[in-house]
């Protein structure tokens, strides 16, 4: 299994220029998340989803779209760019086991290096 | 939001001394999740509790549930330079969808 992967590794984009960042898991997660990784920071959520053709938003939204059209894609878009979306984008998921103890443990990709000049 | 206090923000110690570091919360968690980062890369979990109390260990990792479910606790015991990186605690709210509240991370430092 390659777990989560993200593409692309590395963007450098002009103010108001628009891209998408997709994510993929293997190993069938309903739940996936978009986050941003800041110096000192730590980590913040963007968007989320529960399942295939839902979406919600997290702590820091603006600026940000997402679509989850199959299971094991999540993929976040910015439609137009701004140099404070310059950041490290982490996408993860996790599974909800049905047994006695549900488990919310998220598996995170490599991260998308992003900067907005 | 929700704000998880970990601290040390960083540690410089030398190779084979043990390490602790900790999160606080105002809030109950009923998970908490240890991941370390390391440069360039995602985070990698580490240690997941999810009973009050729960004492758990991965090899030279040992992470405690607090008894309160506001804080819980990371040691590593006698530190070696792979363990070099970036620390996070992060706790979960009821079920929240799965999300999760991360603290700011503590940066390991580990001299030869």
């Known amino acids: 299994n390659a777990g989560v992967t993200q593409t692309p590794k590395f963007r450098v984009l002009k103010t108001g220029q628009s891209m998408t960042l997709l994510c993929a898991q293997d190993m069938n997660h309903e739940y996936m998340y978009w986050y941003r990784q800041d110096p000192g920071m730590g980590l913040r959520l963007i968007h989320y989803?529960?399942?295939?053709?839902?979406?919600a938003k997290g702590e820091v939204p603006d600026g940000y779209n997402v679509s989850r059209l199959k299971k094991q894609n999540f993929l976040l878009g910015l439609e137009s760019a701004a140099p404070s979306q310059t950041s490290v984008y982490f996408c993860?998921?996790?599974?909800?086991?049905?047994?006695?103890?549900?488990?919310?443990?998220?598996?995170f990709g490599p991260g998308t290096r992003l900067t907005v000049t | 939001g929700q704000q998880l206090n970990q601290s040390p923000q960083s540690m410089f110690i030398q190779e084979g001394e043990d390490v602790s570091m900790n999160c606080t919360s105002s809030?109950?968690?009923?998970?908490w999740l240890w991941y370390k980062q390391d440069p360039g890369e995602g985070p990698v979990l580490l240690i997941a509790l999810y009973k009050a109390g729960e004492l758990t260990s991965n090899g030279r990792l040992t992470a405690q549930f607090g008894i309160t479910r506001k804080d819980s606790f990371l040691n590593i015991s006698a530190s070696i330079p792979s363990d070099v990186g970036i620390y996070f605690c992060?706790?979960?709210?009821?079920?929240?969808?799965?999300?999760?509240?991360f603290g700011q991370g503590t940066i390991l430092t580990v001299h030869p």
């Open positions: 992060a706790g979960l709210l009821g079920t929240s969808y799965g999300k999760l509240t």
């Open positions: 993860a998921s996790s599974y909800l086991f049905s047994g006695r103890t549900p488990r919310y443990e998220q598996y």
């Open positions: 989803s529960v399942g295939e053709g839902t979406t």
């Open positions: 809030s109950i968690f009923n998970t």
